[in-house]
């Protein structure tokens, strides 16, 4: 059997990357795609590899050469690459391909080394390797029948988001046998191009070979197999992530803040969001709306602030609107509280990386798990010199919380000693009692102007891609202040319009509550069975767990990633957590919580 890799192209969207090299000279994690992908045939019984080369050829002709590890390589020009598609670049290398069993490889993707044995050691003697359509993917797709026979092509032009379900993504991997190649696939090839001309591609031949009766071309689906297509920029980056390995992958994975939907295959126990909200008839609501509200401007502060008003029942001149909390943590930090900040470790960091240190008083609880109280803060910085105390509520990441009337004695505190409190009340809603433990509310405000309470729209009510958060305070001209120092338009139509319908939807957010409450409890049972974990309590949507013996939280959070495509929250991350070996796991739906614990159980009973 011998390969064949389509190589001509210029790969334009590159940018800088393939300024003066083709595509499959372009690194990623500093290997050539062209050198892992021959390496990758040097593994199996290869005969020869054909390359049909183009753009800038002289210089991949130079690295790669005649032989690759003593597999001999044999090269087809296409001179006008430049006005071409890849139907001509496989029409030069015609006489090549009909002369055995081929692997037909497009040599700007990345994959599992499994992908070409697949296909490779396949009973099939002609397949496609593809892949179930993710959001991610582009170009031709096909429809598979129960057979796996591969039923029609469908071009761009014809996709159609009513059938995604049914579509797979061809892989751009495939096996053509020597006796399909000569008698079916060649002579249509000639005949399409003779007809259609040379600016297309081979897709388009294979299409019109499966509308005949007979036409022998399997589906091969890959599953969960990694893979990656890269045409641009952020697909480079993308693949970098997917394919890097140990700490290096980790590393890649959290410095993108998450957007995790572009991996699909990923389990996210990372990021914090509630499971069971918004329900599918709210979600219905928002496609329904979408086209309106995506060429329509929102509104302004103004009737934002109103909106705010209604969601949590306080007075619009009392709360402020952001694109995410986090907009309103770096105002209230730069512009709304000045001065010197008493702050909890380990915390949300957002706050003390929008503090210089100088500014920063720091309060590590004397617990080895973390845990104190308000007695505990009023008792520390009772002699410390501070303009603002944080307290998150419950605490992030350790699930820590203070309860309702004690969080009263330490804003009452805070009122004597002319200390503004901020209170982060972005989890007070996953905690057991959730409906009465907020202090979001119009009395507690007007009398107590020095308390600020911060509020995450994206964690309890499982909507981060929106992008919304609240700042209330009895204080108005600070809520004046930080209107006028956010962007009129802050928010899109579409977190606006959440916030219009919320309502509606009251009594299925608190049930959501409700429902999340129970299997925090259930899953909290199956992780203390886990053995070498221990489990700290929390009235948050995550568990922060200690590692006893065996892993480190690298090693696990490594492990859990590389094998079985489960991210977690590695503790050395955090300020005040470093050798603790310690892991913060969120709470997901019951599915997905109990994939967790089994793999958990069986990573730890084997050791």
């Keep these: 059997m011998q390969a064949l890799i389509l190589a001509a192209g210029m790969g334009r969207r590159l940018g800088d990357k393939t300024r003066n090299n083709t595509k499959c000279m372009v690194e990623v994690n500093g290997v050539r795609l062209i050198d892992r992908m021959l390496g990758q045939l040097k593994s199996l019984d290869i005969d020869r590899v054909v390359i049909v080369a183009g753009y800038c050829r002289e210089s991949l002709m130079s690295h790669v050469g005649d032989s690759y590890n003593g597999i001999p390589i044999h090269w087809v020009i296409n001179p006008i690459y430049d006005k071409t598609n890849n139907i001509y670049s496989l029409a030069l290398a015609k006489d090549e391909l009909v002369k055995d069993d081929t692997l037909l490889i497009e040599s700007d993707l990345i994959f599992e080394d499994d992908l070409l044995q697949m296909a490779f050691n396949s009973s099939y003697p002609n397949v496609a390797l593809v892949a179930k359509y993710e959001t991610w993917m582009d170009g031709t797709m096909v429809c598979v029948d129960e057979q796996n026979n591969i039923t029609n092509f469908v071009p761009k032009q014809a996709f159609t988001y009513a059938n995604v379900d049914s579509y797979y993504k061809t892989v751009n991997i495939y096996k053509f046998s020597r006796e399909f190649s000569e008698g079916v696939y060649v002579p249509f090839l000639e005949a399409y191009s003779a007809v259609m001309g040379n600016n297309e591609y081979y897709e388009q031949v294979l299409r019109v070979i499966t509308l005949l009766d007979g036409a022998n071309l399997k589906a091969l689906p890959i599953g969960k197999k990694r893979w990656y297509e890269i045409d641009d920029i952020q697909d480079l980056d993308i693949a970098e992530a997917l394919f890097a390995e140990g700490t290096d992958r980790m590393r890649r994975y959290f410095a993108r803040y998450g957007g995790y939907w572009r991996f699909p295959q ?67 930090t730069e512009v709304g509280v000045k001065g010197t900040m008493g702050i909890v470790y380990p915390t949300f960091e957002e706050y003390p990386n929008r503090k210089s240190q100088q500014d920063i008083i720091s309060y590590y609880p004397e617990s080895p798990d973390w845990q104190y109280n308000a007695d505990d803060l009023m008792r520390f910085f009772d002699d410390k010199s501070i303009e603002a105390l944080l307290v998150v509520n419950p605490d992030n990441p350790t699930g820590n919380f203070i ?205």
Aim: charged content about 25%.
């Design 266 to 332: 990923l389990l996210d126990f990372c990021y914090l969001v509630n499971p069971y909200f918004p329900p599918k008839r709210m979600k219905d609501e928002l496609r329904a709306n979408f086209d309106v509200l995506l060429t329509e401007y929102p509104s302004g502060m103004r009737v934002n602030s109103m909106l705010a008003g209604k969601y949590f029942g306080v007075s619009s001149d009392y709360i402020v609107v952001g694109n995410g909390a986090a907009e309103l943590i770096k105002s209230l």
């Design 403 to 607: 309860a309702k009337a004690d969080v009263m004695r330490l804003v009452e505190w805070c009122d004597k000693r002319n200390v503004t409190l901020v209170l982060d009340e972005s989890f007070v809603d996953f905690s057991d009692d959730w409906e009465t433990n907020s202090l979001l509310n119009n009395t507690i405000l007007e009398q107590h102007p020095k308390l600020i309470v911060v509020k995450s729209i994206s964690k309890s009510y499982g909507v981060p891609g929106l992008r919304l958060g609240i700042m209330a305070s009895g204080n108005v001209e600070l809520i004046a202040t930080m209107k006028k120092d956010v962007a009129i338009w802050n928010i899109n139509s579409f977190a606006e319009f959440y916030m219009q319908i919320f309502n509606k939807y009251e009594r299925q957010y608190r049930e959501a509550c409700a429902r999340f409450v129970e299997e925090r409890q259930r899953f909290e049972k199956r992780l203390r069975l886990v053995p070498h974990l221990r489990v700290l309590p929390s009235q948050a949507n995550f568990f922060t767990c200690v590692l006893e013996g065996i892993y480190t939280s690298t090693e696990l959070t490594e492990l859990l990633l590389s094998k079985y495509e489960i991210l977690i929250k590695d503790g050395e991350t955090k300020k005040g957590m470093h050798g603790t070996n310690t892991v913060r796991i969120a709470i997901r739906d019951s599915v997905d919580n109990d994939r967790l614990c089994d793999v958990l159980m069986e990573i730890f009973s084997r050791r």
